[in-house]
Nanobody, 124 residues
Framework: QVQPVESGGGLVQPGGSLRLSCAAS????????VGWFRRAPGKEREFVGA????????YGVDAVKGRFTISRDNARDSVYLQMNNLKPEDTAVYYC?????????????????WGQGTQVTVSS
């Protein structure tokens, strides 16, 4: 398969933390931006944030700013989403995607390789 592979999802209590990983599989993240998106039950997929090749980050959802952090490890060809102080409204399937080039975008159309997603459930 040629797609990013997400891992690290699961069930966590409100206030807890999770770290999602996105590994390149059959492709590389080298010199590409990588984004994180999520789709909550009954809602459309939304942009969470992204990191470009220069390690600049952007976050698209105001509700996650200050709680979520995106980082990358180029040696491991992986990108991470650290999620702290999780809330029930963070419950969603989280996807990572590789952008078409080295710059990030909030638009789904700017990403052409998508993972299958990992479920994050925040509940007591």
């Amino acid at each position: 398969q040629v797609q990013p592979v997400e891992s690290g999802g699961g069930l966590v209590q409100p206030g807890g933390s999770l770290r999602l990983s996105c590994a390149a599989s059959g492709l590389t993240f080298s010199h590409y931006a990588v984004g994180w998106f999520r789709r909550a039950p009954g809602k459309e997929r939304e942009f969470v944030g992204a990191i470009n090749w220069a390690n600049d980050t952007t976050y698209g959802v105001d509700a996650v700013k200050g709680r979520f952090t995106i980082s990358r490890d180029n040696a491991r060809d992986s990108v991470y989403l650290q999620m702290n102080n999780l809330k029930p409204e963070d419950t969603a399937v989280y996807y990572c995607a590789r952008a078409r080039d080295h710059t990030w975008s909030h638009s789904m159309n700017a990403y052409n390789y998508w993972g299958q997603g990992t479920q994050v459930t925040v509940s007591s």
